[in-house]
């Protein structure tokens, strides 16, 4: 089963991102590596659309005419509601988008980022309370969500409920113990209750975490100016300063490169995503395909559109279309280490050995902490029959990085190759007892005890 | 002497019942209604701002303009000075003739007279801020224009006309940037007034950057130009201005500079220069007294919000909203940032006390400009006043969480350190919707509360009656400089009446880009009389004034210790 989310955050051009996902997959962060053009210094004619605003308009409408298919096609779904929502509101239509929303949670009401998304508009209105509401439906059907307790202390803060706002910040932390971002604010409330050392504290522990957290250095050197402790004081401002500096310089960089086109692109291609991703969901591939192959013409540099194709052709086995998709990827991402697993699986899979084993030794290399490079060579090993022993050193290697029922499998098939039974058998317990419901696991385990 | 009309109230049953419970319990402050009716359309006032577009979104229109409130013929009532716009490039003429700066004599009863072209001074330059006062101490108040494009200083004749003298003072202040918010202040205690100036952004039509929204053509933010440093001039005492800039340490500071105030924030005696600045660390230029400054923002807290962050910022004013005799600081900001309201920790730093004290209430989807403290129900404590408009006038086609035309805020101090937003319950004039900018403050009727003058950006200005019916008693000073500067700016008086002590300073030039507030005012509650008014005066002696009758203005000049009505 499929679990949509939506997932709204602020830009400070006061719009909104709002995305959908898949959460079952694993799927690689595919942040864009965009050439970005400046802003013209050029004046258009007046009352011209300019091609950027033709565009623009054009893919809006293009969208809305795709989430308005979706919803006549999948009429029992409530994903294209969503969809069109989020439309909407990224649009900056969120009184439509809410209504959209609220519709969509008549459908189906535990969409704990539905409820998101909800309360971060009530709260760019200034809408407080409406916004804690909100938090507070997604705290109840996923009580371990990040961000929400951030979220109500926010609009209580706002509310001047300050003591309240801690409590939610307390509770976040539990949920979040490596966000820097709420311990820097819980910091913050406490140096507003004038409770120095517990400011302190926290502003300590998000620096832990955020070595680099501008405001937690702020934070520091006022509680330190506060306490009369004036050299400790001029050290954190010295930080302070130099990370703002930093901060400015980027700000600034990024404002200069900021592209409006890039953005409604890629706004664009995540509904088409999204839709290819339903069509995908139901078998109808050929849909699928053409709304994903539109996504990647509107965002040529988008690669989470290119690694959904993967997905689609993996499905569809064509494996040929997968491997050239991947070195898109790879062109785009030269740096990404599960392109280059999944190449490698293809390769694998056409039986190219050697290039399935670049491709590995590429996967590890960029990603020596993840055990998945490791296995799969393994795994390509026992399948080529070559490199036995090195099959299973990798597979130990993965099973130490990862103890997990798949590497477990793996380093049993490799001791069972190596002769080694009793190591096998053991590798192949330790698989079926992290995941007793599954039969091929418990086959090869049972088969392995036949032997013994 | 001043004129004085006192407004007739008809009291209701329950504010007679108010003001039996404030006889019976001096001390105890009320917290009245405020009602603040939109009389605009019966002061005879046409003014249109122009901010001179024509669809091509330079980068100016969004930040025009300011006004002034001040007595330009010294016959006992405010009278109003709009700044306007002027056609830009690709603007066509209007059939008209050219937009100007507009100034209207009040002729009490709430109407007004425009007397630009009498008076000579319907500036035709694009502008933005004004500051009004008398630098060249003969007794009528001047008027400095900071533009986009050549500044103007417009002497005062005293005769009802005025005559730009700019070139000969020196103080054009040669392009190529956009002008903000300008103060007159005594920076170094010499008896004249001298002139801080502050910049926008450098700007020319060959740097015009044009930029879009999700598609939807928008004004450039001002990171993409660049920032400059503002001026300050030194007043030589014989109608000339000598640029002090760098020696001063003021030049050396670039920002985008918006709204200014100077204030002394430390109580030391001399003036300090606050500039608020879109996008970047605001200023704070502390005077050594020596006409030097070290610009000491982020020590102090004033750069940045309590979090270390920096704002858009837009207007700043200042006023001591919990009467501990420490001026406080207000700056209003961008769209998703509170306006921040600055405690005053006795000099040593500027704490954001925004949450806590409810101070940004509603502020949070708008973009704010004007702003100050002003005791509109006189119950011994300040409000604060927010004037609202976004700079995007398309902005709801691509975020309708705001909009280009927006109500303003009113929040009522509530006495006991916090404030809430009675926008909503505070009259028709609360309920006006325009883009506003610039906003001043004054009691234009002379009924002892203060009004409000608002300059909307394209539209007509709001002008607002404060008719709040249940008000607390007043007094109102008028300071008048012998040896130091002849409007006592930078003065500080301190009221003293019964267990409320109020402090007040003399400003030329605040909130965003405007001047107003020539005279002080003190809201007195129940008190019915005031014990002792201290005035110091910037680089002078003091004076001390007892036992005086409230719901009066009163002048005090320099060296005595008699008062004036």
């Avoid at chain 1, 509904?271 to 990647?296: I, M, P, W």
Wanted: a negative charge.
């Amino acid at each position: 089963m499929i679990v949509w989310l939506v997932a709204a955050s602020f830009l400070w051009e006061s719009s909104f991102v709002v995305a959908a996902q898949e959460t079952q997959k694993a799927k690689p962060s595919s942040k864009p590596t965009t050439q970005q053009s400046p802003p013209k210094q050029v004046t258009p004619a007046k009352g011209v659309q300019g091609p950027l605003e033709q565009e623009a308009a054009s893919l809006k409408k293009e969208e809305i005419e795709l989430a308005k298919k979706l919803m006549l096609e999948f009429p029992d779904s409530n994903v294209p509601i969503v969809l069109m929502g989020n439309i909407q509101v990224r649009h900056g239509n969120t009184a439509e988008g809410l209504e959209l929303w609220k519709k969509a949670l008549q459908l189906n009401p535990r969409q704990a980022n539905v409820y998101n998304g909800m309360a971060w508009v009530a709260m760019s209105k200034g809408q407080y309370q409406e916004a804690i509401n909100h938090w507070q439906k997604v705290l109840q059907i996923q009580p371990k969500m990040s961000g929400a307790h951030v979220g109500i202390a926010r609009a209580l803060m706002a509310l001047g409920k300050q003591i309240e706002a801690i409590g939610e910040l307390e509770e976040e932390n539990k949920i979040s113990p490596k966000s820097g971002f709420s311990f820097y604010l819980l910091g913050h409330q406490y140096l507003q209750q004038k409770d120095y050392d517990k400011a302190k504290k926290n502003y300590e522990a998000a620096v832990a975490v955020e070595p680099n957290n501008t405001n937690a250095y702020y934070g520091l050197y006022t509680v330190y100016t506060r306490l009369n402790q004036p050299k400790k004081a001029e050290q954190f401002l010295a930080s302070f300063k130099k990370l703002k500096a930093e901060d400015m310089k980027v700000l600034k960089d990024r404002n200069d490169a900021y592209s409006d086109l890039l953005t409604v692109r890629k706004g664009a291609a995540e509904t088409y995503v999204t839709a290819g991703r339903l069509y995908l969901e139901s078998g109808r591939f050929q849909d699928a395909e053409a709304l994903l192959k539109r996504a990647t013409a509107i965002d040529p540099n988008d690669t989470e559109c290119l690694e959904w194709l993967v997905t689609l052709y993996q499905t569809t086995n064509r494996v040929m279309d997968a491997l050239q998709i991947c070195k898109k990827i790879i062109k785009l991402e030269p740096e990404d280490p599960v392109a280059y697993l999944n190449m490698g699986l293809f390769y694998a899979r056409l039986q190219r050995t050697a290039e399935a084993e670049e491709s590995f030794f590429k996967a590890i290399k960029l990603a020596p902490e993840k055990s998945d490079g490791y296995r799969e060579l393994a795994k390509l090993y026992l399948k080529s029959d070559i490199k036995l022993q090195e099959a299973k050193n990798l597979a130990e290697k993965a099973v130490k990085l990862g103890p997990t029922a798949v590497n477990y499998m793996a380093l049993s098939r490799t001791c069972d190759k190596n002769g080694d039974t009793a190591g096998a058998i053991s590798a192949a317990k330790q698989a079926v007892e992290l995941e007793p419901s599954n039969p091929i696991y418990q086959q090869i385990y049972q088969a392995l005890q036949k032997r013994k | 002497m001043q004129k004085l009309k006192t407004k007739n109230l008809k009291l209701k049953t329950n504010e007679v019942a108010i003001i039996a419970l404030l006889v019976i319990l001096p001390g105890v402050r009320a917290h009245g209604e405020i009602i603040l009716t939109d009389v605009t359309k019966q002061t005879g006032i046409t003014f249109v701002h122009t901010d001179g577009s024509s669809g091509n979104r330079f980068i100016m229109e969004t930040v025009t303009a300011g006004l002034a409130l001040f007595d330009y013929d010294n016959d006992g009532d405010i009278d109003i000075y709009f700044v306007n716009g002027a056609p830009l490039k690709g603007t066509p003429p209007s059939r008209d003739g050219p937009p100007k700066n507009a100034l209207y004599r009040n002729d009490g009863g709430w109407k007004f007279t425009d007397v630009t072209e009498q008076a000579g001074v319907g500036d035709t330059g694009y502008g933005l801020g004004v500051a009004v006062g008398d630098y060249d101490n003969d007794g009528y108040q001047d008027i400095y224009l900071n533009n986009f494009g050549l500044n103007v200083l417009y002497h005062n004749n005293g005769d009802g006309t005025f005559t730009d003298v700019t070139k000969q003072a020196g103080v054009e202040d040669s392009p190529p940037h956009v002008g903000a918010g300008t103060c007159f202040f005594d920076m170094d205690k010499d008896g004249d007034l001298d002139l801080f100036v502050s910049h926008y952004l450098e700007f020319s039509y060959d740097k015009h950057v044009t930029t879009t929204t999700m598609g939807i053509p928008v004004y450039a933010n001002p990171r993409f130009y660049k920032p400059v440093p503002n001026v300050l001039y030194r007043n030589n005492g014989d109608g000339t201005f000598t640029d002090v800039s760098l020696e001063s340490g003021i030049g050396k500071h670039a920002g985008y500079g918006m709204g200014t105030v100077c204030a002394d924030y430390d109580n030391d005696g001399d003036t300090d220069i606050f500039v608020a600045n879109d996008v970047s660390e605001n200023f704070l230029f502390k005077n050594d007294g020596k006409v030097k400054f070290e610009e000491v923002g982020v020590e102090t807290g004033f750069a940045y919000d309590g979090q270390g962050d920096e704002q858009g910022s837009m207007g700043v004013d200042c006023g001591d909203y919990d009467n501990d005799g420490w001026l406080d600081f207000y700056v209003t900001s961008y769209q998703h940032q509170l306006a921040t309201l600055y405690r005053n920790i006795e000099g040593d730093a500027l704490e954001d006390v925004t949450l806590a004290t409810g101070a940004g209430a509603g502020t949070l989807p708008h973009v704010t400009w004007g702003n100050s403290f002003v005791d509109f129900d006189n119950d011994g404590d300040r409000d604060i006043f927010v004037a609202c408009g976004h700079l995007q006038d398309n902005v709801e086609l691509y975020d309708d969480t705001t909009s280009y035309y927006a109500q303003n805020i009113l929040l009522m101090n509530t006495g006991d350190g916090k404030f809430i937003d009675v926008s909503a319950t505070s009259g028709d004039g609360m309920k006006v919707k325009l883009s506003s900018r610039g906003a001043g403050f004054d009691d234009l009727d002379n009924d002892g509360d203060v009004d409000v003058v608002i300059l909307n950006s394209r539209r007509e200005p709001t002008i607002l009656r404060n008719d709040s019916p249940a008000k607390g008693h007043w007094l109102q000073v008028c300071l008048k400089g012998t040896k130091t500067n002849r409007d006592g700016v930078g003065a500080r008086v301190k009221v003293t009446a019964g267990n409320l002590v109020l402090v007040d300073e003399v400003h030329s030039g605040r909130g965003y880009q405007s001047h107003y507030g020539s005279r002080l005012y003190f809201g007195l509650g129940s008190r019915t009389k005031v014990d002792r008014i201290e005035v110091r005066w910037i680089g002078g002696g003091v004076d001390v004034f007892e036992n005086i009758a409230v719901d009066q203005l009163v002048t005090l000049t320099e060296g005595s210790s008699k008062m004036g009505r």
